[in-house]
């Protein structure tokens, strides 16, 4: 009877739309953690923050963690920002049990011995033995686990490299619009006409209770699709795009809000590392490779460094949109200990665009990031880097359909 009763069930889950699927989990779900890729994609971060609000509207127990990027300050003006965690703590408890049946406790105390933890137990009569102390580690600390805008689980970095057992035991919504995901949820809720995750959750919010979008998840999922569109001047603008935009808008969304902190309060070092960019701007292939190289003397002269170079090339993907790869070289001085005269290093950031891999085009260089931004460090001088990596790049764009 149990057995046929779990064939029922399941049948009837089958039988549920994506949506109804997820907010069954959800409903199920006692503590939820919300997590997203750790090169922090605004969409991916501001539809997290979206998430998280519409969960504790449902009344949900949730965290939101996602591994230190940067400083995030591009973001910060986002309801609910603070919130965000940069690593999975108290996830799991380790427990130790004292048989006291037979004998009762009159004091406990702990003391620390170099790597040792000692827990002191007196017993009020009688003694304690090695039998009486068992162990054993608790359950996870979460039960469901919601992942957005992410290709695939390594993307979130740390938080699933140090924790890989516990996303391969807990249930896994996985919400995205990119056609390189990997479907590695349970639940695997993919849009691939969507040009943001933003769009996706404002439809899904849409099917569970349109009531429960305040002003600020509305700010939250207009800026996800906003970040994602470069305030809407790309080339995959649709109308359910506008559409879902517009309704945001009329719920209260803060658009002049979002535009004014993502596009139009750039710092001033950011406008003056912008110039010497452009003056160094090169390209092939069509303007289809785009890149500029920077001395250690353009971040100093402008008061700027590598934290600015997103921005940078938010402008560069606005203003050349035939562009499919976009790569700033720039050199970096690496303070060593005992030595007056520092090192310099070239390091290589890469943004790709459409379905090219920026981790495969420099992947001799042991890159880091992931899909859609890439990055590496190399030994060589700039100028000879340069040759070196965009004579690479170019062999293999030649051999890809772009």
Known sequence: MEYLDIIRRFALFSMLTQEQQIFEQIKKAENILITFKKTWDGDAVASALAMHLFLKKLGKN????????????????????????????????????????????????????????????SPRDGFFTEEDITSHSSGFKYDLIIVIGSPDLESLGKIYDNDTEFFYKMPIINIDRNSNNEDFGQINYTDLTAVASGEILFSLFNSCSRDLMDEDIATCL?????????????????????????????????????????????????????????????????????????????????????????????????NIPQAKIIIIIYEKIIKQEGRETPKLKTNVLVHSIKNINSLNIIKEYN????????????????????????????????????
């Open 222 to 318: 207009l800026a996800g699709m906003i970040y994602e569109t470069k305030s809407f001047k790309t080339s995959n603008i649709t109308p359910a795009c506008l559409l879902a935009a517009s309704q945001l808008i009329s719920m209260g969304a803060r658009r002049e809000e979002i535009v004014n902190h993502l596009y139009r309060s750039r710092p001033l070092s950011v406008l003056k590392l912008w110039g010497r960019v452009l003056a160094r701007l090169s390209s092939s292939l069509d303007n289809k490779l785009v890149w500029s190289a920077l001395s250690s003397a353009d971040f100093k002269k402008t008061c700027s460094s590598e934290k600015d170079l997103p921005d940078v090339i938010d402008e560069l993907i606005i």
């Open 62 to 121: 949730a965290d939101l963690v996602a591994e230190k990027f940067n400083d995030g300050r591009t973001f910060s003006f986002l309801p609910g920002f603070g919130e965000i965690k940069n690593s999975l703590e108290n996830l799991r408890k380790f427990i130790i049990s004292l048989d006291i049946t037979d004998t009762k406790v009159s004091q406990i105390k702990y003391k620390m011995e170099e790597n040792s933890l000692n827990f002191i137990v």
């Open 367 to 402: 890159p880091q990031g992931d899909r859609n931004l890439a990055f590496a460090s190399l030994d060589a001088p700039i100028q000879e880097a340069e040759k070196q990596i965009i004579s690479s790049i170019e062999e293999k764009l030649n051999k890809l359909p772009i």
